[in-house]
């Protein structure tokens, strides 16, 4: 099967060129972003890079970088594949309601979450090793204990949270194009302490990550391997 033409959106360099070092065989099958932090800026980097391609479309859009991993489902080392893209924080503070928030469908002022095609996005992770479950977009990183339980009864089984996925989802939602992400867990969700982070570390796993992809991506559909 040819290679699909495939839109990497990062948030930095770092972690830009740690997804370059995969490149391989995928050559200009690939492009690789590094649109700035923030669901923002991820967004409109997202949204230009789809317009700027309409004469070659893209077939996917993978949101990629490291990130924080929620316990007991992912910690410093592993690799998470989002189930769902959710935007967290998104929404209004509703005091005297469920959990005293309200997010932005349930508000009725669009989407509060994306979910990637279930096959590829399994397939995927089973092809990584890595943990496949909702990964959380925020605009603020967590940095106590406080907000990181709230985030988990918010929404349970979540794995990790990030910045920029569900910008990157929004735009290519509207552009019509597949959507996946991709975590490497540099520190767990919590009260921030850089001692602990290791960003090194989940750097060198994307590049591995996204190394081991290639060959799920290029399978035709019915070749992939879902089995747990």
């Given amino acids: 099967m040819p290679h ?36 923002a800026a991820a967004a409109a980097a997202t949204a230009f890079a789809l317009a700027d391609a309409a004469h070659r479309p893209y077939d996917l859009v993978i949101s990629a970088g490291i990130g924080g991993g929620f316990a007991p489902h992912a910690g410093p080392g592993d690799t998470v594949v989002a189930s769902r893209i959710v935007a967290a924080d998104l929404g209004a503070q509703t005091p005297g309601e469920a959990d005293g928030f309200t997010d932005l469908g349930a508000l009725g002022f669009g989407v509060a979450a994306h979910t990637p095609d279930e096959a590829l996005s399994t397939a995927v992770a089973r092809a990584l090793g890595a943990v496949r479950a909702p ?36 735009a290519a939602a509207r552009a019509g194009v597949p959507v996946l992400e991709i975590r490497t867990v540099s520190n767990a969700v919590g009260p921030r302490d850089r001692a602990a982070w290791r960003i090194g570390e989940a750097l060198a796993a994307l590049t591995e ?8 991506l290029t399978a035709r559909p019915g070749e992939r391997s879902t089995a747990p």
């Avoid at 930095?12 to 391989?24: F, M, N």
């Avoid at 990550?209 to 799920?216: G, K, S, W």
């Fill in 4 to 39: 699909p033409r495939v839109l990497v959106v990062t948030a930095v360099a770092a972690e830009r060129d740690a997804v370059v070092r995969a490149a391989g065989a995928a050559g200009d099958h690939r492009t690789v972003l590094a649109a700035g932090a923030g669901p």
């Fill in 135 to 170: 990964v959380l977009t925020v605009s603020t990183a967590t940095g106590t204990a406080g907000r990181a339980a709230e985030l988990t009864r918010r929404h349970p089984g979540a794995a990790a949270e990030a910045m920029e996925g569900f910008g990157v989802a929004e």
């Fill in 209 to 216: 990550a996204f190394a081991r992809m290639e060959p799920v």
